[in-house]
């Protein structure tokens, strides 16, 4: 989204909170116009975690239903206006409830539920003919170490039989597909995201700081 799209429709917010504030138009409405707005800029995604978040509350997925939360909780003074909320799912917000964003960001029960939602497939293949192949996960971004080093072009793994196939650049097989060699070893899969979230923890100022600097740059096109 632009900038200046940005801008114009979080001001179309502004202004119809103010009507409502003039009973112009019901609370709910105006809400719901705001947080649809940032679940669509957030592409669907809480702000604070990858779950995909639900309008409305869905049997079974109720903690994934979608929130206006708000960066600094209002009971430390934090304003209930566009510029200091974003969509967040309903753990999240139940979680954060009056916690500053810097300590909830580390909180050990969000890392916790990041890593319980966050499980990778045990075996995929990047070949789309394969009963393997998972586009969502491929795009969302694999590390994959073989006995604790971290493999770059990784083909194909599997955890539970404890391999990987390696691409090898240039050569390709008869129907297009590229060469592999087998490596055998220890296979760890993590989401890349998953991945460089455990270490924000080792370094959380420097975390919260890339989060701050997201929420500035929210507003610049994807
Ligand atoms: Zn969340």
């Given at each position: ?36 707005f940032y679940v669509?800029h957030q ?43 974003l969509a ?135």
């Open positions: 989204m632009q900038r200046k799209e940005f801008d114009q429709k979080q001001r179309e917010i502004d202004l119809a909170w103010q009507a409502h504030m003039a009973e112009e138009e019901t609370d709910a409405k105006v809400r719901r116009r705001w947080l649809l669509e592409d669907q995604k809480c702000a604070y975690y990858h779950v995909r978040l639900k309008i409305g509350m869905v049997p079974g997925l109720e903690d994934r239903q979608a929130t206006i939360d708000h960066i600094l909780p209002r009971s430390l003074g934090g304003e209930d206006s566009t510029q200091n909320t967040a799912c309903a753990f999240c917000n139940v979680l954060k409830g009056s916690t500053k964003l810097s300590d909830f960001l580390i909180d050990p029960e969000l890392v916790n539920r990041i890593l319980k939602i966050s499980e990778c497939p045990q075996h995929i293949s990047s070949d789309p003919s394969s009963k393997h192949y998972d586009a969502r996960s491929i795009a969302r971004g694999i590390s994959v170490t073989v006995d604790h080093i971290e493999l770059k072009n990784v083909f194909e793994y599997s955890v539970p039989e404890n391999w990987v196939k390696l691409k090898l650049e240039k050569t390709k097989t008869r129907n297009g597909q590229p060469m592999t060699v087998l490596k055998r070893g220890k296979v760890s899969v993590i989401y890349l995201d998953v991945r460089d979230r455990l270490r924000a923890m080792e370094a959380p100022k420097r975390y919260v700081n890339q989060f701050r600097q997201w929420l500035l740059e929210r507003s610049q096109p994807s």
